[in-house]
């Protein structure tokens, strides 16, 4: 294992995008068509952040780390969404929504279902590689910028321009890179595959990646002590 080996990772179009650090040493952006192929290279990371449910329920009852996010990021609450339950995540179709219905009694956002091959993904893989349970963590950028923020939800749509040059700012300001090294990753995804990630994915990716940095004992969690679910893995989001 490389002790200064960290990764940010967010799901975009074209697959994952993935931004690691060692060492203070910042790497390019990197697109991975699977998480499969992700761990081939960076298994060996101390802490891998990733932008996506770990953890799934198996009831009527929500996550408790979506109602604690919710509660903290307010104006910005829309960013998390209502995780499906394992049997809506491993259905296909129509039936997503219906079995969703019936076990937890809610529907789902058009965000959440577009994103649940990405969800069924992390949840085969981290079965599949008992090794990367503990390495791999759930995070959400939403709730590092409000850490990097002194505590204040952010103002602006990741979407906008308003909302790029907001989190451009605040990860400008932690120090951590350069103008020169930030301009170079947002560039650099102009060279990666078609369909590219966007300037809103680097971001995600790269505060993720300075998320990783902190010390341990630095780490938050939501819950402060977070259970698990039927398969093991915790459900909870750290920042």
């Known amino acids: 294992m490389l002790k200064d080996h960290l990764v940010g990772v967010d799901g975009c179009k074209a697959g994952w995008i993935a931004i690691s650090v060692e060492a203070d040493h910042w790497h390019m952006p990197e697109l991975f068509d699977s998480l499969a192929a992700l761990w081939q290279v960076h298994g060996g990371a101390r802490r891998l952040l990733i932008d996506m449910p770990v953890g799934l329920p198996d009831g009527a009852e929500e996550r408790r780390c979506e109602q604690l996010a919710r509660r903290l990021l307010g104006p910005r609450r829309s960013s998390v969404y209502r995780v499906p339950c394992r049997e809506a995540v491993y259905a296909h179709g129509d039936d997503i929504l219906r079995?969703?219905?019936?076990?937890?009694?809610?529907?789902?956002?058009?965000?959440?279902?577009?994103?649940?091959?990405?969800?069924?993904?992390?949840?085969?893989?981290?079965?599949?590689?008992?090794e990367a349970v503990g390495v791999v963590s759930e995070s959400h950028p939403e709730l590092v910028f409000f850490m990097?923020?002194?505590?204040?939800?952010?103002?602006?749509?990741?979407k906008s321009a308003e909302g790029r040059d907001e989190r451009t700012r605040i990860i400008l300001g932690t120090g951590i890179l350069t103008h020169e090294e930030l301009d170079g990753m947002l560039s650099h995804r102009l060279v990666l595959?078609?369909?590219?990630?966007?300037?809103?994915?680097?971001?995600?990716?790269?505060?993720?990646?300075?998320?990783?940095?902190?010390?341990?004992?630095?780490?938050?969690?939501?819950p402060d002590e977070p259970v698990c679910d039927e398969m093991g893995l915790p459900m909870q989001m750290v920042y």
């Open 99 to 130: 079995i969703n219905r019936q076990r937890t009694g809610k529907g789902l956002s058009v965000q959440c279902l577009r994103i649940i091959p990405r969800i069924r993904q992390v949840d085969l893989f981290l079965r599949s590689h008992p």
């Open 148 to 158: 990097l923020n002194g505590g204040v939800p952010l103002r602006w749509n990741k």
């Open 193 to 222: 595959p078609r369909p590219r990630p966007g300037v809103d994915d680097v971001l995600d990716a790269l505060v993720l990646a300075v998320a990783a940095q902190r010390r341990s004992g630095c780490m938050r969690s939501l």
